[in-house]
C-alpha cells in the first residue's frame, strides 16, 4: 500500500519563524528504543492509559524542533497512526505514547527528508518532535466512522446515477434537441458548419468553450478568460466526451457537446462538477494544427 506523508511531516514547510530552544548536550537524559532505535524522553509517562496503535486516531499537541531552534511552535493536530514509512519514524515514536503522555523524540533529519522525497534543509542532524498526546480515538471507532461515510456516500452516488438518465432527457426535451446520440451516449448538435480543416486524433486542436451543468451553472469559460484551450485530439489529454466530439468538428464549426458522465468526470466529479454529472458545452474549434 502506498504510503502517505502525514500533516506531521507536511508542517515542515510551513514553517515562518524560528525561535530560540536550548538543550544540552546532544542525548543528555534521553534513553534509546532498542526495536526502532530512537532516542526519546518522556516527561510524563501514563502506563495505565491507553496506548496508540495503528489505525487509531490521536489528538497531539505538537512542536518540532532543531537542538537550538524551534522550527514549528506548539499547536494541536489529529493524527491517524499509519504502518511505519521507515524504521524508527514518527509513527513509531506515537505507537511509544498512551494518553496524557508527553515526550520528546529524536529522528535522524537526513533520513526523514529522505523519505519526503528531499534532501535536509538545515545544517542539523537531527530533529526533536515533542508530542503531548490529549485524546486516542480507537481503530475499531475510526473503522466504523470511515464505514458509514463510506455507506452514505455510495448511497448518494446511486442517487445520483440514478437520476442522471432522467435529467438527461429533460434537458433534451426542454431544449427540443432531434439529433440522435452517438454509440457511446454523446449528443453532438451542430450550430454553425466549419469550412475548415478537419480535426483528427494526433491532431493539435485550439478550442473556444463555455461548460456548463443541465441547471445551466456555468464552471469553465475560455472566452472570458480571451484564450482557447490547446490539446493533442484523441491522446486521452481532455475528457472522453471532448476526444470523440471535437474530432465530429472542422475547423470554425461551432457545436454543443451534451456529455453523458461516463465521458465526463464519472462518478468522481471534481471540485466544480458533481459526481454523475452530464455537462453541456458551447464549443468551437479555432485551430486545427499539425
Known amino acids: 500500500m502506498k504510503k502517505t506523508i502525514s500533516k506531521i511531516m507536511l508542517a515542515l514547510l510551513a514553517v515562518a519563524f524560528v525561535f530560540s530552544f536550548s538543550s544540552c548536550s546532544k542525548h543528555k537524559g ?47 493536530i489529529q493524527e491517524l497512526v499509519q504502518e ?23 529522528l535522524n533529519a537526513d533520513t526523514f527528508f529522505h523519505y519526503m522525497g528531499g534532501s535536509n534543509p538545515f545544517d542539523k542532524k537531527e530533529l526533536y518532535f515533542t508530542f ?39 434537458y433534451i426535451a426542454k431544449n427540443k434537441i432531434k439529433v440522435a446520440p452517438t454509440a457511446s451516449g454523446l449528443y453532438f448538435i451542430s450550430k454553425k458548419a466549419g469550412k475548415g480543416v478537419q480535426a483528427m486524433a494526433g491532431k493539435k486542436v485550439s478550442v473556444h ?24 485530439l ?20 461551432k457545436a454543443v457537446l451534451l456529455i453523458p458522465s461516463k465521458l465526463a468526470y464519472g462518478e468522481r466529479g471534481n471540485q466544480a462538477i458533481p459526481p454523475c454529472a452530464p455537462l ?11
Open 30 to 76: 534521553y534513553k534509546q528504543d532498542k526495536e526502532s532505535g530512537l532516542y526519546y524522553k518522556f516527561y510524563v509517562l501514563n502506563k495505565d492509559s491507553v496506548q496508540a496503535q495503528t489505525g487509531d486516531v490521536v489528538s497531539l499537541i505538537y512542536q518540532l524542533s532543531l537542538e537550538d531552534s524551534i522550527l514549528v511552535p506548539s499547536v494541536p
Open 84 to 106: 511505519s514509512i521507515y524504521n524508527g519514524d514518527v509513527y513509531d515514536a506515537i505507537r511509544m505514547m498512551h494518553v496524557g503522555d508527553s515526550a520528546t523524540f529524536i
Open 132 to 170: 503531548k498526546m490529549t485524546e486516542l480515538m480507537p481503530k475499531a471507532e475510526v473503522d466504523a466512522i470511515m464505514q458509514a461515510q463510506e455507506e452514505q456516500y455510495n448511497a448518494y452516488i446511486a442517487q445520483a446515477r440514478a437520476a442522471e438518465d432522467s435529467l438527461m432527457q429533460n
Open 209 to 232: 468553450y463555455v461548460g456548463k451543468l443541465l441547471d445551466g451553472t456555468e464552471f469553465d469559460n475560455s472566452v472570458k478568460r480571451g484564450e482557447p484551450i490547446e490539446f493533442v
Open 234 to 253: 484523441g491522446q486521452g489529454q481532455v475528457i472522453p466526451g471532448w476526444d470523440e466530439g471535437i474530432a465530429m468538428m472542422k475547423e470554425g464549426e
Open 280 to 290: 453541456v458545452f458551447d464549443v468551437e474549434l479555432v485551430k486545427v494544427g499539425e
